[in-house]
């Protein structure tokens, strides 16, 4: 479960970011600074989660109407997050829950990308692609997804070729893309997925829970499939556990040769690690 103190901690997180290095990353994800130094572009009405310092109260004064300022950054940058809801992320324990873990690392990108003043999408997938914001890219709507995020069940098939390529087509304006999952599912059509998004700023958390990496018993073991109704029965010893190791390790370079190709930033991340560490990892380059 996902708790609202989670953006209490987000803020923390980003008061204690070195400056430095945050100007390095801004110059980076846009060619525009982030701030209050942007060019002013339009005004909106103020909407619960804004931040109060961003209201102009000489218009305040004149209409009785709380107004926000808009930047031109605001209207040219997106971030979008894909964040896999398949089945096979229902598993791990805990904080080490990989759709939980994967979710909290794109609330952060949305929560962190709201305060530069930048617009967020935030989407989960499987077989398709469903968009849980509402279009208001502030902290009241980041509050929303902790609890639409609390409510996803992952369930079903990650058809990465058909959904990534279907969320690619929404994409219409300068925009960075994080896509968290962990990208269990035929290599080409990963591939396929990701390269309809390789046109923007593409960053992969690649999210991994410690149990899965290495296999949880031994002796006469029954496996399930999380996304089919596919078993197998197999006696698990040390030949067995090495050949299963570096299969899965092989999977997972392969993952990382993709992103390699279509110069995407490749972060694997381990949900038995302590969240902020991982965040700090994937948000800074």
Not at 185 to 197: P, R, Y
């Amino acid at each position: 479960m996902i708790t609202p103190e989670f953006l209490a901690e987000l803020d923390r997180f980003e008061a204690a970011r070195d400056r430095q290095a945050r100007s390095e990353r801004q110059g980076e994800r846009t060619t525009d600074a982030v701030g209050e130094g942007l060019t002013f572009a339009d005004y909106r009405r103020y909407e619960p989660g804004d931040e109060p310092r961003f209201i102009d109260w000489n218009l305040y004064a004149r209409t009785d109407e709380l107004y926000v300022k808009q930047f031109e950054a605001e209207r040219n940058f997106t971030v979008h997050v894909l964040v896999d809801a398949s089945a096979s992320m229902d598993f791990g324990a805990d904080d080490a829950h990989k759709f939980e873990y994967a979710a909290k690392l794109g609330l952060g990108f949305a929560y962190l990308t709201a305060r530069e003043h930048n617009d967020f999408r935030f989407t989960v997938f499987d077989s398709t692609v469903d968009r849980l914001d509402r279009g208001r890219s502030n902290r009241g709507e980041v509050m929303g997804l902790v609890e639409e995020c609390n409510a996803v069940d992952p369930d079903g098939e990650a058809d990465f070729e058909a959904a990534l390529a279907d969320y690619a087509a929404t994409i219409d304006s300068k925009a960075l893309v994080v896509v968290c999952s962990d990208f269990l599912g035929d290599v080409d059509g990963i591939d396929a997925g990701l390269e309809a998004l390789a046109s923007n700023q593409l960053v992969l958390a690649h999210v991994v829970a410690p149990e899965e990496r290495d296999l949880p018993s031994a002796g006469d073991t029954r496996f399930e499939a999380l996304e089919s109704d596919d078993s197998l029965r197999a006696y698990v010893g040390r030949r067995f556990e090495r050949a299963y190791r570096g299969r899965f390790d092989d999977h997972a370079d392969e993952v990382e040769g993709v992103a390699r190709d279509l110069r995407a930033r490749y972060e694997r991340v381990d949900t038995g690690s302590p969240f902020f560490e991982s965040f700090g990892d994937l948000w800074f380059e």
